[in-house]
């Protein structure tokens, strides 16, 4: 699929936010890129419309302890609490 996509674009990267940017600036007309991205450029006054196709899929977020940390216990308190926070709309 990106190959084809380039074929049509006239640039593609894989630099995280620099795309959503360059469509905050004007640089070009469309991206596609992580919704928060754009969000994040919205919200400071630029003038950008997000669309999001109904067949799309939805971004899954993660939490993890990193073996060998310096505060695992805090890290375990945290994920806890994380996860507590994540289900309370589900339970």
Request: hydrophobic fraction near 45%; include cysteine; aromatic fraction near 8%.
């Amino acid at each position: 699929m990106v190959s084809a996509l380039k074929k049509q674009s006239s640039s593609t990267t894989f630099s995280g936010i620099s795309s959503a940017q360059r469509l905050a600036v004007g640089e070009v007309a469309a991206v596609i890129s992580f919704m928060g991205d754009q969000l994040r450029f919205a919200n400071s006054g630029y003038a950008i419309q997000s669309f999001i196709p109904p067949q799309a899929g939805w971004e899954i977020g993660a939490v993890s302890i990193l073996k060998g940390g310096n505060n695992v216990t805090a890290a375990k308190h945290l994920v806890d609490l994380y996860c507590q926070q994540m289900l309370r709309p589900i339970i």
